[in-house]
């Protein structure tokens, strides 16, 4: 059996039963390792030798300009394929990662951030759904994909909550607003559209290149210390969540994740909440 057709299986697999964007992930990373395996001289499952992975590694580090995360995220491709089809391959070792976490926004950040928001025209342009999406990204922590899916029919008003039928894991799951963004639902929901988040412009629903625009837009007028995307988003309501008091069981619920430890990992505890963490768990009495 060829390689690529150890990829072209499990491609199949995960398109019939996970998210689109997982199969996207996987579908970029196989177009991306493929020409590089070929080029190596492993044609076939049988080729596969004990320094496999160590030479499509080095081929990265040495002709790619690519970080050692995005590396390990390629050969992780690779090893989920060849499990699927039941096949053997040597040992791998992870490269060190290289990637620099993204912080939560900043009070005053988070602050200039909906004053920017709040003073846009809503009748002007997309501006009701970029606002809107933000308000959004801030009160619910979903991810992009999950957000420009929504349906008004998944939407329980009354309740305030929102049903998201396509998430990363595939299994649908509830998220709910607040205050912060059940104005502009109301206000978006008077225009009849299918989907919560809507092309005004061109009368059909917003996609991720136009809510990216909006983005460069946003940070170009604010600029901020580190540029503002949905996912720093996310990451800034589940630390909110987490330093109001919120159980991290019920954050990582909200934010879809199966494994707890994926969480803890996501959640950014700084000094303040470490400092009172310590206050209020001091083992020792205070001398008198």
């Known amino acids: ?15 019939k039963y996970r998210a689109y964007d997982t199969y996207l992930y996987y579908r970029k990373n196989f177009k991306m390792i493929l020409p ?9 499952v049988d080729s596969i030798s004990d320094d496999f992975f160590e030479n499509i590694t080095d081929y990265l580090l040495e002709k790619t300009e690519k970080k050692n995360s995005k590396i390990n995220d390629a050969i992780s491709c690779i090893i989920t394929a060849l499990n699927f089809s039941s096949i053997k391959y040597p040992k791998r070792y992870k490269l060190k990662n290289d990637t620099d976490s993204f912080k939560v926004l900043s009070e005053y950040e988070l602050d200039v951030l909906l004053k920017y928001v709040s003073s ?11 606002a809107l999406a933000i308000y959004l990204f801030l009160d619910t922590g979903v991810r992009l ?22 998430t990363k894991n595939g299994e649908k799951r509830y998220v709910f607003f607040n205050v912060l963004s059940s104005d502009l639902l109301y206000k978006a929901k008077r225009k009849k559209t299918e989907y919560v988040l809507w092309n005004y412009v ?5 996609n991720k290149r136009s809510l990216e625009h909006f983005f460069d ?10 540029r503002i995307h949905p996912h720093r988003l996310r990451k800034t309501f589940a630390t909110k969540m987490l330093r109001n008091g919120c159980p991290i069981t019920s954050i990582s619920k909200l934010l879809g994740h199966k494994d707890i430890r994926q969480t803890m990992v996501y959640l950014q505890i700084d000094q303040m909440m470490l400092g009172k963490d310590y206050k209020e768990y001091y083992p020792y009495e205070k001398e008198s």
């Open 1 to 15: 059996m060829k390689i690529e057709e150890t990829f072209d299986k499990y491609l199949k697999h995960v398109k």
């Open 36 to 44: 590089i395996i070929y080029q190596l001289g492993y044609i076939t």
């Open 120 to 130: 846009l025209k809503l009748y002007e342009s997309n501006n009701l759904a970029w």
């Open 145 to 166: 994909s999950e957000l420009l899916d929504i349906k008004f029919s998944n939407i329980d008003f009354d309740n305030e909550m929102i049903l998201l039928n396509h």
């Open 202 to 206: 061109k009368n059909t629903r917003l």
């Open 217 to 226: 837009k946003l940070n170009e007028k604010i600029n901020p210390s580190e």
